[in-house]
């Protein structure tokens, strides 16, 4: 799938299940968070996310 598919077709999940997210998956989608641009790369980005020691 390339990035003008997943835009296209995206769409909201309302049901979720207690199913654990992988520290792999969640370190893939930290490191695309923090290479994502900000206005005027201004970088105010810090995220913590639960269960794991703050990441910066």
Do not use: C, K, W
């Not at 792999?24 to 989608?29: F, H, M, S, W």
Request: glycine residues 6%.
């Amino acid at each position: 799938m390339n990035t003008l598919d997943a835009i296209y077709n995206r769409r909201s999940i309302r049901q979720f299940t207690d199913e654990a997210v992988g520290e792999e998956q969640i370190d893939i989608l930290l490191h695309a968070a923090f290479s994502a641009p900000t206005v005027a790369n201004a970088q105010p980005l810090g995220l913590v996310p639960y269960g794991l020691e703050f990441i910066h």
